[in-house]
């Protein structure tokens, strides 16, 4: 059994790659980074330090790589001959990787070849169905060898430090949730998935409480001057602030999706305790990167407020997150910088700024949290 891995980074290697490689399967790494795919194809092995409550190492064997920019056809023969097809490469690369698996798979199919499970596991909602559609506009009988399947990926994986090499440290907790319908009672056994009939109230439960909380700690330990992550939700100010953007999304959650109040609040109480693991070399800067595609109109921050907005529930907290995103000036984040050169163009014009606040939301003028969003806008 083959599985094919796009993206060797930190999920690649500290969740996924694991997960498969416990499952059995030999692992094919695709990257379009050399020197990590040079490393993957010299090393017999590499290290998963899961850090936390109950440490321990995971020695990951039987892998290899293959450079999915200067190799196509090894890539191609991967995709005719692969039993499961993997990707966590950030989900704007997914359409740049469409193309490679529409051939891929066409050829598969040309050659007689099985049909084979693709999964995205990326922060976004049906990432799969993105990647699905974008392969179709290239292959469109593509369903005939291919069944596509929503996942929720959940493991916080740090940037990891020089010199580490292919080793990664990661928390112990992981959660892998695929949706099982499309497999029709064939999918795959990988005993580190939980299967589940309806993706839908995870993956929002997931993006809205895990992701948003990450993220509000970033970007509010960011605009008090802090560094590492642990320590920003260690400052009281920060803190106070998460949980109440937390308490929002949490109301959210409750009415749309019926979770008990109780279960939702430990869920909080377990993520918070999740983003303190003072191991976890984590940085705000890491956790706040791309900050255009955070506040994007079904993303962590404006998805739930805007969901509030139209119930008629308060968003405040949420706002103000939106409020610190558009404080975070990181040099060597080209999503940032691009943020602050447009904040920079509308600043002291009110009606440029609401323009943007729309432009970069979504939110248009007549939707109920226009006005608040304007507002931080104007004074950002
Ligand atoms: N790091 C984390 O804690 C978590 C990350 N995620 C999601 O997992 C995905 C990956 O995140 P990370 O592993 O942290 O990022 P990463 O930056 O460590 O890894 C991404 C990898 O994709 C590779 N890549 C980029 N373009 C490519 C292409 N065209 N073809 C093949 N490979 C390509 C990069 O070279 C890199 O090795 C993202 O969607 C992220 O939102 C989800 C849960 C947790
Ligand atoms: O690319 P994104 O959306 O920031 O995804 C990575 C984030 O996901 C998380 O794992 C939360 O699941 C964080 O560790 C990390 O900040």
Known sequence: MKALHFGAGNIGRGFVGVLLNEAGYELVFADVAAPLIDALNAQDSYTVHEVGSDPRDIEVTGFSGVNSAEDPQGLLEHIKTADVITTAVGPTVLKIIA????????????????????????????????????????????????????????????????????????????????????????????????????????????????????????????????SKISDALADPGVHAKVEGVLAETKALLVEKFGFEPEVQQAYVDKILTRFANPHLPDTVERVGRAPLRKISRNERFIGPAAELAERGLDATALVSAVSAVLGFDVADDAEAQQLQDRLATARGDRTAAAALATELTGIDAEHPLFPALAEVFAEA
């Open 99 to 226: 193309p490679a698996l529409a051939e891929g798979l066409r050829a598969r199919a040309e050659a007689g070849g099985g049909t084979v499970a693709v999964m995205a596991c990326e922060n976004a909602i049906n990432a799969t169905d993105g990647l699905a559609e974008s392969i179709r506009e290239a292959y469109p009988e593509v369903d005939r060898i291919a069944v596509f399947a929503n996942t929720a990926v959940d493991r916080i994986v740090p940037n990891q430090a020089p010199g580490q090499g292919l080793d990664v440290t990661v928390e112990t907790y992981y959660e892998w949730a695929v949706e099982s319908p499309a497999f029709g009672g064939d999918a795959p056994r990988i005993p580190g998935i939980t299967w589940v009939e309806d993706l839908a109230p995870y993956i929002t439960r997931k993006l809205f409480t895990v992701n948003t909380g990450h993220a509000a700690t970033a970007y509010f330990g960011y605009q008090a001057g802090i």
